[in-house]
C-alpha cells in the first residue's frame, strides 16, 4: 500500500468519523436545543436529521411525552384544624424547551422539584379553607381543576412546561390522629350496636310471650277438642257394648269373662285365692256356663 492510498483510507476516515460526530437525529418524542459553548443558540428542531459541528457545539435533548411528578405524602391542616397527610400527582410536558432548560439547567429531577414545591403550595393554600368533606367528596373535582389551571400559568411561564391534571391519589388521618378518631368511631358504632340489640331482645320477649300465650290457647283448645272426641267416643262405645248386650247376654257375660280370665292370669308369677265355686270360675267349668 502506498503513502497516496494511505492518505486516501485516512481522509475517508476521517470524513466518517466528522458525520458522525455531526450528524444527530430528532424524534417525534423529542424536544432538542442546541448549545455553542454553553450558550442556548437554537430550540426549534423539528423531528429530523441535523447536523452540528464538533467540539464546539452541545446538544441536549429532552424527552416532550407526558411525564409524571409522583411525590410524597405531605402533612396539611385543614379548615377544621386537622392534620391530613396528602398524596398528590401531576402529569406535565416540556412546552417551551428552551425556557424549561434554562429554569432547569437541562435537569429533569430540577423540573420535579420545582414542581412538586408549586403543587404542594397551592393545595395547602386549598385545605386550608376547606373541611374534610369538601376535600373528599363534594368540592374535590373543583378543588383539581382550580389548582391545575393556576398550577399551568405559573409553569408555563416560569418552567416551560405544560401542566396537564393535578390528582389526590389518597387523603389520610396522622396516625396519632387517627387512633383517636378510630376510637371514636368505635365508641359510636359499639353505643349504635348496644341500641339495636336492646331492640332487638325487646322484640324477641315480645314475640316469645306471644308464642307462649298462643301454645297455651293452642293446647287448651287441643284438650278441649280431645275430652270432646274422647267423651263422644266413650258414649257411642257405651252405646255399642249396651246394644251387643241387649241383643246377647250370654255372648256379652263370655267375653267379659274371657278379658278377665286374659288380665288375671297374664304372669305366670301371679297368684289368686278365689272359691272354686264363685261366679268367676263359671266358664271354666263349663264352657256354656251354667
Known amino acids: 500500500m502506498n503513502n497516496r492510498t494511505l492518505v486516501i483510507v485516512a481522509a475517508l476516515l476521517l470524513a466518517v468519523l466528522a458525520i458522525s460526530s455531526s450528524a444527530f437525529v430528532v424524534k417525534e418524542t423529542e424536544k432538542a436545543v442546541l448549545l ?19 467540539l464546539v457545539h452541545e446538544l441536549r435533548k429532552f424527552d416532550a411525552r407526558i411525564q409524571t411528578v409522583d411525590s410524597s405524602p405531605v402533612r396539611m391542616l385543614n379548615k377544621e384544624n386537622k392534620f391530613m397527610m396528602v398524596d398528590s400527582y401531576a402529569k406535565y410536558r416540556i412546552f417551551d424547551v428552551a425556557r424549561f432548560y434554562v429554569a432547569t439547567r437541562g435537569d429533569q429531577s430540577n423540573a420535579v422539584r420545582l414542581l412538586a414545591e408549586q ?13 374534610l368533606h369538601e ?11 382550580d389548582i391545575t389551571k393556576n398550577l399551568n400559568e405559573v409553569a408555563q411561564t416560569n418552567l416551560g412546561v405544560e401542566v396537564i391534571d393535578v390528582r389526590v391519589k389518597r387523603i389520610d388521618l396522622p396516625p ?48 278441649r277438642q280431645s275430652e270432646e272426641i ?7 262405645a257405651a252405646a255399642i257394648y249396651a246394644g251387643a248386650f241387649n241383643k246377647n247376654p250370654e255372648f256379652y257375660r ?13 304372669d305366670k ?19 256354656e256356663g251354667r
Request: overall charge negative.
Open 36 to 54: 455553542r459553548f454553553g450558550e442556548l443558540i437554537r430550540t426549534d428542531y423539528e423531528p429530523g436529521l441535523y447536523f452540528k459541528l464538533p
Open 119 to 131: 403543587i404542594n403550595d397551592r393545595l395547602r393554600n386549598q385545605f386550608g379553607v376547606r373541611d
Open 135 to 145: 376535600v373528599v367528596s363534594g368540592q374535590r373535582d373543583e378543588l383539581m381543576g
Open 176 to 223: 396519632e390522629v387517627s387512633e383517636s378518631v378510630f376510637q371514636r368511631m368505635r365508641a359510636g358504632r359499639e353505643l349504635e350496636a348496644r341500641d339495636h340489640r336492646a331492640k332487638g331482645e325487646e322484640a324477641s320477649e315480645r314475640i316469645r310471650a306471644d308464642a307462649d300465650r298462643q301454645k297455651v290457647v293452642i293446647q287448651a283448645e287441643a284438650y
Open 230 to 236: 274422647r267423651g263422644a267416643g266413650d258414649a257411642e
Open 254 to 266: 263370655f267375653t267379659r269373662s274371657l278379658q278377665a280370665y286374659k288380665s288375671s292370669f297374664n
Open 269 to 287: 308369677s301371679d297368684m289368686l285365692l278365689v272359691d272354686p265355686e264363685s261366679e268367676f270360675f263359671r266358664y271354666l267349668k263349663d264352657p
